[in-house]
């Protein structure tokens, strides 16, 4: 089983940026599609930003023009940094990374977002 490790999340108040990264843990493959997904309390969980091995990116509406997804094929990591936060931002932040041959996907453990107002 492949182990993804989140990282870069934490408190910030509205207006302010994070970055959240997120790797696999001694796995080597060879990675599809990345992306972050994101849970707040009582609500599903919930596609934020889609990147393809190719480079094409898909976000949500809600954080469009707000947030960018980058990836490392090489290291199959995949990024998301997050400018101008808002409290609706407020999440569990879930990276997904497609298994390019096997077609598995692999999860992270997520990270909390916290948007102070």
């Known amino acids: 089983q492949v182990q993804l490790v989140e990282s870069g999340g934490g408190f910030v108040q509205a207006g302010g940026s994070l970055r959240l990264s997120c790797a696999p843990l001694?796995?080597?493959?060879?990675?599809?599609?990345m992306g972050w997904y994101r849970q707040a309390p009582g609500k599903e969980r919930e596609l934020v930003a889609l990147?393809?091995?190719?480079?094409?990116?898909n976000y949500a509406d809600s954080v469009q023009g707000r947030f960018t997804i980058s990836s490392d094929n090489a290291r199959n990591s995949v990024y998301l940094q997050m400018n101008s936060l808002k409290p609706e931002d407020t999440a569990v932040y879930y990276c997904k990374i497609t298994n390019g041959v096997t077609r598995d996907d692999y999860w992270g453990q997520g990270t909390q977002v916290t948007v102070s107002s």
């Open positions: 990147i393809t091995r190719g480079g094409t990116k």
């Open positions: 001694r796995s080597r493959f060879s990675s599809g599609d």
